[in-house]
């Protein structure tokens, strides 16, 4: 082992990014196992475990692991309040995404927006702490990824929470089009940055450079793409949804089915940052 690779202080989030990993690995095998047996005709579930097992998947399987290669990228030099703060954050994740996620298959009621109210809480502190990170931090593609990714989740949560409070209450708190607004905005805005992000980071390892102008296009078009085609499903404007397609285009992705997105993409990306991140922390701890 190199002497450089000796004098590299050790990451000071190391063990929480490990353990969103690991948490979310075992979230990960819930929602497959429920996948496979639905996919297969061999059980039939009921709609409240069709919807635990998709929101587990984005919740407590995506969402944990961009919290954890959030914290691994924004984390290196991180303050002892910054790495404070991150370990509450942390804590709060592991319990209240999953929770959440299982909720689904219990109740249609207010024990759904109760808890999706945490779990939202628990997004925007992860957002805050992200933001206030990357400022004065040289960013690249993959910093941008995780930040417009982690910005887009704040969205899409707030309506998802809203439409919890909707079922629980019969309250009209979101106009009707927030059903197709948020999985839309989650699908776009959300999971093709994080995709992006995670494989700029594969071509990049180990040294991430400063993003140039066309990258920060790569990023910002797609995110951009999200919030039009958000706005456009949340209040019927029809004509903001072939825009939100051109700006997809601009950056050559196209609307994948979800179980491309979320198995073929994000999946195979995340196994991979789970890889590296494991043999890294490995490598540090034995140097």
């Known amino acids: 082992m190199s002497s450089r690779t000796n004098d590299r202080p050790a990451h000071p989030l190391r063990r929480e990014v490990l353990l969103l990993l690991q948490v979310a690995m075992v979230v990960f095998v819930w929602t497959v196992v429920i996948g496979i047996l639905n996919g297969a005709d061999i059980v039939d579930f009921s709609r409240k475990t069709v919807l635990s097992h998709v929101h587990a998947g984005t919740l407590g399987w995506i969402t944990m692991s961009v919290f954890a290669g959030s914290l691994w990228l924004f984390g290196t030099g991180a303050t002892d309040r910054a790495v404070k703060y991150a370990r509450v954050l942390t804590g709060a994740a592991i319990i209240a995404l999953p929770a959440f996620a299982f909720t689904f298959s219990l109740t249609f009621g207010n024990g759904r927006a109760i808890m999706g109210t945490v779990a939202l809480a628990t997004i925007v502190g992860f957002f805050a702490w992200v933001a206030v990170r990357a400022r004065g931090m040289s960013l690249s593609v993959t910093h941008l990824g995780f930040l417009a990714a982690v910005a887009t989740s704040v969205a899409g949560g707030t309506i998802g929470v809203l439409l919890a409070t909707r079922i629980a209450t019969g309250r009209e708190v979101v106009p009707t089009g927030a059903e197709g607004a948020h999985p839309g905005t989650m699908v776009i805005g959300f999971l093709i940055p994080v995709g992006m992000a995670l494989a700029e980071w594969g071509f990049g390892w180990p040294t991430l450079k400063a993003a140039t102008r066309l990258g920060k296009w790569q990023i910002g078009l797609p995110f951009a793409g999200g919030l039009i085609l ?48 494991s043999a890294a922390m490995l490598r540090r701890r034995t140097a």
Request: net charge negative; with cysteine; aromatic share 6%.
């Open 230 to 277: 958000m706005v456009g499903l949340l209040f019927d404007i029809m004509p903001l949804a072939p825009i939100a397609a051109l700006v997809e285009l601009a950056v050559r992705h196209l609307l994948a089915p979800d179980h491309t997105m979320f198995v073929g993409a994000l999946t195979n990306a995340i196994f991979g940052l789970s890889l590296a991140c």
